[in-house]
T-cell receptor, first 114, second 112 residues
Framework: NAGVMQNPRHLVRRRGQEARLRCSPM?????VYWYRQLPEEGLKFMVY????????ESGMPKERFSAEFPKEGPSILRIQQVVRGDSAAYFC????????????FGNGTRLTVT | GIQVEQSPPDLILQEGANSTLRCNFS?????LQWFHQNPWGQLINLFY???GTKQNGRLSATTVATERYSLLYISSSQTTDSGVYFC??????????????FGEGTQLTVNP
């Protein structure tokens, strides 16, 4: 039973380019969460999605960042016009239901902006 | 939202020693998890423990929900236990699913 799959593991982008991070939740999980970990810091919540719906995006920066979880396919976190401050590890987690269930995390995508 | 505080922030041990990590949270919880982030950055789920006590090998955890704290015990520590240990909690009042709020972590170094 595969866990949460994130790709790519490492992503290098130049300033101004776009970054697309993918997350396939565990089988049977329809709830996806994205977190960001800046260097030497803890994980900060970004966005919570269910299939085709954004439930809570209170942790997302107001500009350049967007997320989706389509009916078919993985969840995508998209960062447009990346800047050096976007360099971080981005983790995705999934759960089978809204409440009273643990989150299962992927191995993260490490984004480096040069 | 819920506040999660971990202590100590840093801990250095000799191999074979025991340790206790603490997590205080500011609200009643319906989810509490402990994670180990290894030196390669991977986040490993240790325990899902909103209440009670669980054990897994040399690790065990206890959550006293009524007093709003959780403890992670590491016995006979090994160098491979090094890394950052995170506590994360989800408030009963949370309206955003199982969203977790993370503490700042305890950086554990186990020396041979």
């Amino acid at each position: 039973n595969a866990g949460v799959m994130q790709n790519p593991r490492h992503l290098v982008r130049r300033r101004g380019q776009e970054a697309r991070l993918r997350c396939s939740p565990m089988k049977g999980h329809s709830h996806v969460y994205w977190y960001r970990q800046l260097p030497e810091e803890g994980l900060k919540f970004m966005v919570y999605l269910q299939k085709e719906n954004i439930i809570d995006e209170s942790g997302m920066p107001k500009e350049r960042f967007s997320a989706e979880f389509p009916k078919e396919g993985p969840s995508i976190l998209r960062i447009q016009q990346v800047v050096r401050g976007d360099s971080a590890a981005y983790f995705c987690a999934s759960s089978p239901q809204s409440y009273n269930s643990p989150l299962h995390f992927g191995n993260g995508t490490r984004l480096t902006v040069t | 939202g819920i506040q999660v505080e971990q202590s100590p922030p840093d801990l250095i041990l000799q191999e074979g020693a025991n340790s206790t990590l603490r997590c205080n949270f500011s609200d009643s919880v319906n989810n509490l998890q402990w994670f180990h982030q290894n030196p390669w950055g991977q986040l490993i789920n240790l325990f899902y423990i909103p209440s009670g006590t669980k054990q897994n090998g040399r690790l065990s955890a206890t959550t006293v929900a009524t007093e709003r704290y959780s403890l992670l015990y590491i016995s006979s520590s090994q160098t491979t236990d090094s890394g950052v240990y995170f506590c994360a909690a989800n408030s009963l009042k949370e309206t955003s699913g199982s969203r977790l709020t993370f503490g700042e972590g305890t950086q554990l170094t186990v020396n041979p």
